[in-house]
């Protein structure tokens, strides 16, 4: 965290003018703060942002040991950081030091300044996001996850925590000499990892991702029974822009996401041909990006809300819950994305997240480090897995059923692999089997003629075709043989007679068989699968959510 202070602290923490000062006055209350007053705990849904005019004000971050100082406010000075703006519970303690005098501002005064004041808006949203890495750099606090390099349930709980952008600090069994003592003090086993320690209290058990959502308080709360104007089922590019430009433009918009924030974009080390990035973007990257517009714009977001069921007897359309509760919308969009197509392999499952993977993120790239891996597809998925992991492992195969690259892969991509002599692109071959005693130890491939190699390699990147996450959808609205949702001019007559379409017009460009629901993205049938097309998706149908929400 030292280093990002260091080369960031002005932008961290700006001085705030007199003339900004006054302005914001106009979005809250003034108040009396006296020494060793708490003002925000770690978990405190909507902490109001603190504008401090005179005194003194500590912010600490919580942990195991103890407390590690992170800043301190004085006049001219402003508290908060992204959870402020999302309505989720504080990762930091804030406690005054000197008495003085502070500008309280609200949640709702906060949307207020970032929407309507340019210039406190870019100074609040800046310092924001550098506030949260360098919590997230610190790599420190009250929340703990004990794990170990070699359980897939670790792994599947910091990709968790990683890319919805949660800090926490983090300890394997097998490396970190305290473990054993920390393990005792919570009367935890070393069988029982991977626990999460929550706010240095709670002790969860291998958690779902529900269960450390609420723990963490990672969601704003929020009324189910309101009627949202749109409710985005996927918060993929697709999903992100559909929620950005519908809150933007004054809808009440809620975005459910399973996982994370990015889809299967996400899960990309480096995207090169986004329009805007010419040095490129991580796929987190991006999707952290939209996010914080989507929210600075008013748009409520909550991860680990999975859809199980969609309703669509009569409007507005009622949307269940893996948690059993249920939201209720006037317009869906439909972002639910695809996901890549697992091997036919009997045993496969046995070795996700311990040894095959489905992302090729920092997070698995330092598993893989010094070693052998194979990457598995001949998209631009798969090389850009294959070009950042040539990076750090001593060898990448990439191992594709046809005679090359050239009809599936961007063409930059084609030259940096035939360039890069820590690559091997192995055509006309597949992954036969997969061995190992709970770990992935060795991978077994068939060429064309049939022939059998065995290589001693514990790490396959999967990244084959795309299978759409929409079976919730399935006689509710109409879908193609392959299972993705089609739209607009796509929908024939009996699709349309099936689902009993009610109105006299024909189905907008991006709707589905049903009034007011809209796909977008990779879940649609016959859509482009880039970001930019995702992106243009998104946005395109809002116009369209405009339009139904006025019938």
Known sequence: MASLIETRREQMFPKLTPAQIDRLEAYGKRLRIRAGELLTEPGDRHARILVVLSGAIEVVLPGIAGETPVTVHTAG?????????????????ARVREDGEVIAIEHAGLLRVVQNDAELSELFMRAFILRRMGLIQAQQGDVVLIGSSHSAAT??????????????ASLDVDRDPDVAALLERFQVGVDEVPVVICR???VLRNPTNEQLVECLRMNPEFDHETVR?????GAGPSGLAAALYGASEGLDVLVLETTAPGGQAGTSSKIENYLGFPT??????????????AQKFGADVAVAGTVVRLLCHRRPYRIELASGRVVHARTIVVATGAEYRPLAIENLSQFVGAGVYYAATYLEAQICRGEEAIVVGGGNSAGQAAVFLASGCRHVHLLVRSSGLAATMSRYLIRRIEENPNITLRPFTEIAALEGNGQLERVIWRSRGGEREARDIGHVFLMTGAVPNARWLEGWVALDEKGFVRTGPDLSAADLEATRWPLARTPYLLETSRPGIFAVGDVRAGSIKRVAA?????STAVQFVHRALQE
């Open 229 to 233: 104007d749109l409710i985005v089922i």
């Open 77 to 93: 000075s402003f508290g908060g950081e992204m959870s402020a703006l999302r309505g989720a519970g504080s990762s930091v303690r």
């Open 534 to 538: 995702a992106v243009g998706e998104g």
């Open 280 to 293: 490129g973007i991580s796929g987190q990257a991006l999707a952290a990006r939209a996010l914080v517009q």
């Open 155 to 168: 792994l599947r709980l910091r990709q968790f925590l990683g890319r919805n952008g949660f800090p926490y």
């Open 200 to 202: 240095g209290e709670a």
